[in-house]
């Protein structure tokens, strides 16, 4: 499968799709022999010989792994306030590795981690809508006005924000209760807001699945990689499709020149 050379050079470690963009610019990208700098340009990963500086470089190899982040560990790979961080996890796998979205620092449960910029991306994208399932004990015996409420969604900084679902599980502690709660939204720290609005702070809180993907038997700071229909289950055609869709074509100074036309100076919306 051919890819868009700023995105093969940036698989291959050497930056951001912008930084990689003024490699291509400035003529020290070659490929198969031939200088390039046309941003449009498509490569085979697999039989085209692409050089930078006169160097061969070849794509990393992807991964995707699903971790179990403790309680008290910001999802983030550093952080400034000296909080541990999922970063000491991941020294132990292979480099290149990435959150695929946030679980707050008081939270536990299953995070994705991934090498593939492009796959983490679209699977955050909103047209995805990945359910996220969570555990959740909350204070007290919310009724049905409170679930009711959660259902259909209360207002959080001006946003609508709402449980897909929520139902209380058969066991309880006392007076606390426990609750299955799906989302498919994503904002910052939704589920506590939400339960501390109808009265009911959450106590604890664990993410157990991501789409098809479940925490299973993964105890906190353990890894297992995705298998092929894991990663398949989020719709690997409609996340590059998404992907694909985002980016605008850009041509070069040289490409706009032959044609004519002068050289646009905006450039297309970057991932």
Same mark, same amino acid.
């Given at each position: ?5 700023n995105?093969?050079?940036?698989q291959?470690?050497?930056g951001?799709r ?9 003529g020290?990208?070659?490929? /198969? ?7 449009a340009?498509?490569?085979?990963p ?5 050089k930078v500086g006169?160097?061969?470089? $070849? ?18 790979l550093n952080?400034p ?6 970063? $000491?996890?991941?020294?132990?796998l292979?480099?290149?590795l990435?959150?695929v ?8 449960g299953?995070i ?7 796959w983490?991306?679209?699977v955050?994208h ?5 359910e996220k399932?969570?555990?959740?004990k909350?204070?007290?015996v919310?009724?049905?006005?409170a679930?009711? $409420?959660?259902r259909k969604?209360?207002?959080l900084d001006?946003?609508?924000?709402k ?7 058969s066991s309880?502690e006392?007076? /606390? ?9 994503g ?12 009265g009911?702070?959450?106590m604890?809180?664990?993410r157990?699945a991501?789409?098809?993907v479940?925490?299973?038997r ?7 990689e ?13 996340t590059?499709?998404i ?10 100074r ?8 002068a ?5 297309g919306?970057?991932?």
């Amino acid at each position: 499968m051919r890819s868009r050379l700023n995105k093969f050079l940036a698989q291959a470690g050497l930056g951001s799709r912008r930084k990689v963009e003024e490699l291509v610019t400035a003529g020290l990208v070659t490929v /198969n022999g031939t200088l390039i700098t046309d941003l449009a340009t498509t490569v085979d990963p697999a039989g085209d010989s692409v050089k930078v500086g006169g160097k061969r470089v $070849r794509p990393r190899d992807l991964h995707y792994y699903a971790f179990h982040k403790p309680k008290n560990v910001v999802t983030t790979l550093n952080d400034p306030e000296g909080r541990p961080s999922v970063e $000491r996890y991941l020294r132990r796998l292979p480099p290149g590795l990435k959150p695929v979205g946030r679980l707050d620092y008081a939270s536990e449960g299953l995070i994705l981690l991934t090498s593939d910029g492009d796959w983490a991306q679209a699977v955050q994208h909103p047209s995805m809508k990945v359910e996220k399932t969570y555990q959740v004990k909350v204070r007290g015996v919310p009724g049905a006005r409170a679930l009711d $409420r959660w259902r259909k969604g209360l207002t959080l900084d001006g946003k609508r924000a709402k449980m897909n679902s929520v139902e209380p599980l058969s066991s309880t502690e006392a007076d /606390n209760t426990w609750l299955t709660i799906v989302l498919t939204q994503g904002m910052t720290r939704q589920i506590r807001r939400m339960c501390e609005t109808m009265g009911h702070p959450v106590m604890k809180l664990k993410r157990t699945a991501i789409g098809r993907v479940a925490l299973g038997r993964l105890e906190p700071g353990e890894a297992r990689e995705l298998t092929e229909r894991e990663i398949q289950s989020f719709g690997r055609e409609n996340t590059v499709a998404i992907v694909e869709r985002r980016q605008k074509p850009v041509r070069s100074r040289a490409s706009t020149e032959k044609r004519g036309r002068a050289p646009s100076k905006r450039h297309g919306k970057e991932r």
